[in-house]
């Protein structure tokens, strides 16, 4: 047999959750050849080159269910250090088109507005695609060096059918959404999701998500939300999620299962007990969780949902407007009745901004630090980004995350936004960070289950077939680590340092990264389900 690659001497954590075992590695045609650890035969196994591994420990590579990184290998120079992130903290497999934003699919006649209210959540002018395979198209011809594969976002079908509207579907717009997601789900896609905090996934009614859930039942792919609300009414959010989920048939995976805000704090006891007995009784539910107290989002979602209606230029035109601006100061101070307010929650002061390309100065300070009336430092920063700002709310507590960490239904997702500016540290740093800070450290779960929780657990809920484990013939995505030194670098001084204890990254059986270093290797590719 010729091995492009022999690891020797690690320990194997295989994705399972099953124990540590000794093994070495090899690849060949880009798969997986296990070898029984045999030092007296090891050099004579004819690899093109081997790595020992002594002492460290060899994983499937990690698979990121939740990424916003839909577009950053298609922003050229200006992304690729953004896109370098995820694969140095060992992710191999990202899946975006998550929160209901994807990058297609969208009736042509839709596709300008589209793209202008999607600069603002993306980081750049990028293109809205018709349909799932030129999405694929333009990846294959943007090389990246990790596998990269899209959830079908409901906000963008919406918007791409019916423009950005606060009104109920007409019958025949919701059959044009069917046949849509429909298409995309049969070229590949990965499942269906929500932002239903977001406009206009917000503006769809429970029984518009039912509908375009069966469709994705049909496929055997999961219904993935972010929850209307992961505040004060996330039980009633979840709730809603539950009846979907029934009414269509179709698996659900809650986004980023948090409980945010003060009027949320500690209510996981109370959603994770939930989130357990639906598993006893049948239901087929799992979420994933970041390991941070902060969460990120855009500026414009600050804003009541009304505000937002018609897009990100209809935002600006409504802050230019006096009248308006006032409407909606009250509206975060008196709250809207189905809205999650995330300033009336917390306040302006756990509001940092994060990416303001224009004003690179304000990166890092809280709106309330920004000087005058918060409420109008906002709008007037918006208005002077073009509605392009990012924002870190400091909203969470750790007991919660804890919590959410341990639960044997969490997976792990980093919802990276790679953005310019001084993106959330979790777009460098969650894979480590849990490893580290929680597996190692705080002794939460052992190596094998934090492993499982980000490589077979994952592959197993997005049916990524051959991935997420080490095993004979499973596709060679694998990550070489020193369990006694791995950790995040990440912080939100300098969100993109990379990584400690990470010796390789091998992609589609070559190595992507050494040392924390990207190679000239650019192996991954768009994956089709």
Known sequence: MNLELLIRGALVADGTGAPLRLADVG???????????????AEERGAARVIDAEGLVVTPGFIDVHTHSDAVTLLGKRGRQLAAAPVRMGVTTEICGNCGSSLFPALPERVPALRRSSRAGFGGDIPIFQDYGAFVEAHRQAPRSNHLTSLVGHGTLRAGVMGYEDRPATARELETMCALLDEALAAGAAGLSTGLIYTPGTYGDTAEVVALARVAARYGRPYVTHLRDEMSRVEEALEEAVEIARASGAALHVSHHKTAGRHGWGRTERT???IA???????????????????????SAMFPPWANDGGTEALLERLRDRAERERMRRAIAEGVPGW?????????DRISVAGATGHPEVEGR???????D???????????EQGEVTIISHSMREDDVLRVLASEFAMIGSDGVPKPGRPHP?????????????????????LETAVHKMTGMAAERFGLDGRGVVRDGAHADLVILDPRTVADGATYTDPLLPPTGLAAVVVAGEVAVEDGTLT?????????L
């Open 27 to 41: 690849v060949a045609a880009g798969r997986v050849v296990l070898f029984p650890r045999d030092p007296a035969v």
């Open 272 to 274: 994770l007990p939930r």
């Open 277 to 299: 007995a639906l598993r006893e009784q049948g239901l087929d539910i799992t979420c994933d969780v970041y390991p941070y107290t902060e969460g990120s989002t855009s500026l």
């Open 340 to 348: 999650e307010n995330t300033v009336g929650n917390g306040g302006w």
């Open 366 to 372: 809280t709106i309330a630090e920004l000087g005058g």
């Open 374 to 384: 918060p409420f109008d430092a906002a709008a007037e920063l918006l208005l002077a």
């Open 426 to 446: 979790r777009l460098a740093g969650t894979f480590p960070r849990v490893l580290g800070r929680y597996s190692r450290d705080q002794a939460l779960f052992p």
């Open 520 to 528: 000239a290797r650019r192996p991954g590719r768009i994956l089709a």
